[in-house]
């Protein structure tokens, strides 16, 4: 599965804004008027796509759409381990 | 065969203050929008009704969110409407009474903290940390109150039960669940928005702010139509195409966004040609939160031990929430525990609540007077001594009441009960599986209450415009 893909896909779903306007370096909060019902809607469209957990304390400390790709990598990458 | 051309973009099911928020915003971008509202009345819960010259607001009766930077304010001030409505605020908002407390709730959150602080000096700095937490937090950092209970939340910053209890009382009250059981993100918001600014009040009574919506949507171009029943929302390869409205048959639309309850929504306006049964199973499945027994009085005349008008009393005779909730829940509310009363702003009504469940017609037939009789003494012997003297009007609207009037599933207050495993639901999203059909209000599992309805609506309305924005030109 394309995870960058797959994750702008999914912010691009919630915030409203079109894949082309969402780069890398978009900050979800200043760049995507992402709040805190987005943020978590985010969060569980991750869970649901990848089927993993998502931890809450984590999702504050997202700023940007590679910090979520990198995030959501890692728990695929621990989910594979275990 | 060719199509026919629609007089509208937007077409909003149920005229409750989301739908009128999001229906302001997108007429204000310049969409033709209507609104379709079942009721002869827009507001939804938020409405006001005159009853022997008394005017009574029947559910809601304040809403908060309006410091400087409060979504209530901002949406109001995005339409040219925060002048207009002339949004009060009641000091003291809101007060608790416990068998030894009365903690007062002021309009400076310093003078509350204080407040806090002398009834529970143990807890000093755990108070002002906890407030310091709602109040300061980015508005991402509530993100992480996802899977917690606000009990949870509660815990982690204080050990003294009868002041957590304090904290929980209007949460209860205004989310319909108890601490153990309410998702925190939800707790923390009420308590952030309802409590520590609550206490507004628009105009003369609560009607006028879905009035003065109503009057901005027209003014931007909207159309409202009432005593409009939606009967069918029109599908056409997975894209929403219009709606059937039980008087005027078929209107076509580019966007159709339900405003009204998620059962409806899913089980009749789209029905099961077009909404798997999975997810028909699921949605079925899925709890509503409490209703309510409202009461209503008419006084003779204002005396002695009458609250300040406008300021919300919360009453528990005891220090359990849960307890307090089972009753209502089970309906054994002659005991009417953790109820709330207020002396309305005209200073000639009193108004007060308390959960209750939904049983039926004929059951709320049966005890709706021996349930207001109880309520009425309980106000009277903790909260208004004397009241029963001065009564000359009494009504009450039974969970059936409010469901006859608003087609809420169960009555239900605050649409889904918003626990953690509830909230948030992706199939319920603003976005819907079937193009061009968007949720919004309180059955969107994501909000409740009016500054949250009412910031949903706004949100609905942003993302049809950013799609219409982007699309423009592109025949999709």
Same mark, same amino acid.
């Given at each position: 599965? #394309?995870?960058?893909?797959?994750?702008?896909?999914?912010?691009?779903?919630?915030?409203?804004? #079109?894949?082309?306007?969402?780069?890398? #370096?978009? #900050?979800?909060?200043?760049?995507?008027?992402?709040?805190?019902?987005?943020?978590?809607?985010?969060?569980?469209?991750?869970?649901?796509?990848?089927?993993?957990?998502?931890?809450?304390?984590?999702?504050?400390?997202?700023?940007?759409?590679?910090?979520?790709?990198?995030?959501?990598?890692?728990?695929?990458?621990?989910?594979?381990?275990? | 065969?060719?199509?026919?051309?629609?007089?509208?973009?937007?077409?909003?099911?149920?005229?409750?203050?989301?739908?009128?928020?999001?229906?302001?915003?997108?007429?204000?971008?310049?969409?033709?929008?209507?609104?379709?509202?079942?009721?002869?009345?827009?507001?939804?819960?938020?409405?006001? /009704?005159?009853?022997?010259?008394?005017?009574?607001?029947?559910?809601?009766?304040?809403?908060?969110?309006?410091?400087?930077?409060?979504?209530?304010?901002?949406?109001? =001030?995005?339409?040219?409407?925060?002048? %207009?409505?002339?949004?009060?605020?009641?000091?003291?908002?809101?007060?608790?009474?416990?068998?030894?407390?009365?903690?007062?709730?002021?309009?400076?959150?310093?003078?509350?903290?204080?407040?806090?602080?002398?009834?529970?000096?143990?807890?000093?700095?755990? *108070? =002002?940390?906890?407030?310091?937490?709602?109040?300061?937090?980015?508005?991402?950092?509530?993100?992480?109150?996802?899977?917690?209970?606000?009990?949870?939340?509660?815990? !982690?910053?204080?050990?003294?039960?009868?002041?957590?209890?304090?904290?929980?009382?209007?949460?209860?009250?205004?989310?319909?669940?108890?601490?153990?059981?309410?998702?925190?993100?939800?707790?923390?918001?009420?308590?952030?928005?309802?409590?520590?600014?609550?206490?507004?009040?628009?105009?003369?009574? $609560?009607?006028?702010?879905?009035?003065?919506?109503?009057?901005?949507?027209? !003014?931007?171009?909207?159309?409202?139509?009432?005593?409009?029943?939606?009967?069918?929302?029109?599908?056409?390869?997975?894209?929403?195409?219009?709606?059937?409205?039980?008087?005027?048959?078929?209107?076509?639309?580019?966007?159709?966004?339900?405003?009204?309850?998620?059962?409806?929504?899913? /089980?009749?306006?789209?029905?099961?040609?077009?909404?798997?049964? !999975?997810?028909?199973?699921?949605?079925?499945?899925?709890?509503?939160?409490?209703?309510?027994?409202?009461?209503?009085?008419?006084?003779?005349?204002?005396?002695?031990?009458?609250?300040?008008?406008?300021?919300?009393?919360?009453?528990?005779?005891?220090?359990?929430?849960?307890?307090?909730?089972?009753?209502?829940? =089970?309906?054994?509310?002659?005991?009417?525990?953790?109820?709330?009363?207020? /002396?309305?702003?005209?200073?000639?009504?009193?108004?007060?609540?308390?959960?209750?469940?939904?049983?039926?017609?004929?059951?709320?037939?049966?005890?709706?007077?021996?349930?207001? !009789?109880?309520?009425?003494?309980? *106000?009277?012997?903790?909260? *208004?001594?004397?009241?029963?003297?001065?009564?000359?009007?009494?009504?009450?609207?039974?969970?059936?009441?409010?469901?006859?009037?608003?087609?809420?599933?169960?009555?239900?207050?605050?649409?889904?009960?918003?626990?953690?495993?509830?909230?948030?639901?992706? =199939?319920?999203?603003?976005?819907?599986?079937?193009?061009?059909?968007?949720?919004?209000?309180?059955?969107?599992?994501?909000?409740?209450?009016?500054?949250?309805?009412?910031?949903?609506? $706004?949100?609905?309305?942003?993302?049809?415009?950013?799609?219409?924005?982007?699309? %423009?030109?592109?025949?999709?």
């Amino acid at each position: 599965m #394309d995870v960058k893909k797959e994750i702008i896909a999914i912010i691009a779903d919630v915030s409203g804004f #079109d894949i082309e306007e969402i780069t890398l #370096d978009s #900050d979800l909060v200043k760049d995507l008027e992402v709040d805190s019902i987005k943020a978590i809607e985010i969060a569980v469209a991750i869970e649901k796509k990848f089927k993993v957990s998502v931890r809450d304390e984590d999702i504050p400390k997202i700023t940007t759409t590679k910090q979520m790709i990198a995030l959501t990598e890692n728990y695929l990458t621990k989910k594979g381990a275990s | 065969m060719t199509q026919i051309k629609s007089p509208y973009d937007v077409i909003v099911i149920g005229a409750g203050i989301g739908g009128l928020v999001c229906g302001c915003f997108l007429a204000k971008a310049g969409l033709k929008v209507l609104i379709a509202e079942q009721h002869h009345q827009p507001g939804g819960y938020c409405t006001s /009704f005159r009853r022997r010259g008394f005017v009574f607001d029947a559910a809601a009766h304040s809403f908060g969110s309006c410091r400087e930077n409060g979504n209530m304010r901002m949406i109001l =001030e995005a339409l040219d409407l925060w002048k %207009r409505i002339r949004v009060t605020r009641t000091v003291p908002s809101d007060i608790i009474v416990t068998p030894d407390h009365r903690i007062t709730f002021w309009g400076s959150i310093d003078k509350t903290i204080a407040e806090l602080q002398r009834a529970f000096p143990a807890e000093k700095k755990n *108070i =002002e940390k906890f407030i310091n937490f709602l109040i300061n937090s980015k508005a991402i950092d509530f993100a992480a109150l996802r899977k917690k209970t606000y009990k949870n939340l509660l815990e !982690e910053y204080f050990k003294d039960n009868k002041l957590m209890t304090i904290l929980s009382l209007p949460v209860l009250g205004n989310g319909a669940l108890p601490p153990s059981l309410i998702c925190a993100f939800t707790g923390s918001k009420i308590f952030t928005e309802f409590i520590l600014d609550g206490g507004y009040y628009p105009g003369k009574e $609560m009607q006028a702010l879905p009035d003065a919506l109503v009057k901005r949507f027209r !003014e931007l171009g909207g159309e409202l139509r009432l005593s409009c029943f939606v009967k069918k929302i029109r599908v056409k390869d997975n894209k929403a195409s219009g709606v059937v409205l039980e008087k005027n048959g078929f209107i076509p639309s580019k966007y159709v966004v339900s405003n009204c309850d998620a059962r409806q929504t899913f /089980f009749k306006l789209l029905g099961k040609s077009i909404v798997q049964e !999975e997810m028909l199973n699921k949605i079925d499945h899925m709890i509503p939160s409490l209703s309510t027994f409202i009461l209503y009085v008419g006084i003779d005349k204002p005396f002695k031990s009458l609250p300040n008008p406008g300021t919300n009393v919360w009453f528990l005779p005891y220090y359990d929430l849960e307890k307090a909730y089972s009753s209502a829940k =089970e309906g054994d509310i002659d005991k009417v525990e953790g109820f709330m009363v207020r /002396f309305s702003p005209d200073k000639k009504t009193i108004l007060a609540f308390v959960n209750a469940p939904f049983k039926n017609k004929t059951y709320w037939v049966r005890h709706k007077d021996k349930v207001m !009789e109880s309520f009425i003494k309980r *106000i009277d012997q903790y909260v *208004i001594p004397g009241l029963s003297n001065h009564i000359i009007y009494k009504e009450a609207a039974t969970p059936h009441t409010l469901y006859h009037y608003t087609f809420n599933y169960q009555g239900a207050a605050y649409g889904w009960a918003s626990t953690p495993a509830q909230l948030f639901t992706p =199939e319920l999203r603003q976005n819907t599986f079937i193009k061009r059909l968007y949720l919004t209000g309180h059955w969107t599992t994501q909000t409740q209450g009016i500054p949250g309805v009412a910031y949903v609506g $706004m949100n609905t309305a942003k993302l049809i415009l950013r799609r219409e924005s982007s699309r %423009r030109g592109v025949t999709t």
